[in-house]
């Protein structure tokens, strides 16, 4: 498997637009910062949707009064809170059901 960083990232979108890399990082840092910074002030439930990429959002998650500890068998109390999902656009989706070769 291939990890893309965000120096990858920034390479990409440097040869594609042919922009100074120092540019291309500064506007992909300020972009990932804005998209953690209104995922992280939601209250509770917000949405990011970009056209033809996906939906970025949060969601509330409910308290499990008898969730379980799979290393200790102990079981916990998990308290209500927050998480993220994404679903891909339909451009993405469409893209990712094409057959492997």
Partial sequence: MKTVVKKDIVNMVSEKTQFKKEMVSSVVESVFDSIRDVLSSANPEIRIEI?????????KAKAKPKARNPRTNEVI???PHKKTFFKPGKILADALQKPLK
């Avoid at 033809?52 to 969601?59: C, D, L, P, R, S």
């Fill in 51 to 59: 056209r033809g990429f996906g939906v970025i959002g949060i969601k």
């Fill in 77 to 79: 109390f998990v308290p």
